[in-house]
């Protein structure tokens, strides 16, 4: 990873993803009844992350792309979408962020 707001927040929890992939689009984003933007299996084995845009055109943004890995990240400690999930994932978000501008 590139992004110095992900190695950080990474590597200050000592946390490791093994395998780092792209998810194939399923569903209309905002659309369908079920769509998935990523996912992290048994925290941390595999992160897959949906790049592309419903139609296959292009590349959601990277900000975007970003919050997700940030969300599946927070999976590493929370499996559940509990309160404690959207602290840890708030503070996730802040770090990278903060890191994103040069704090």
Known sequence: ARDVGIVRVMAARRWRVTLLSEMPPAGLVGVSPVCVLGYNMNRGQ????????????????????????????????HDDHDAAFKALNSELRREVLAAAQGA
Not at 46 to 64: C, P
């Open 46 to 77: 595999e992160i897959a992350l949906r790049l592309r845009t419903d139609d296959l055109r292009g590349f959601r943004k990277y900000e975007a792309v970003r919050d997700t890995l940030v969300h599946e990240l927070a999976h590493m400690v």
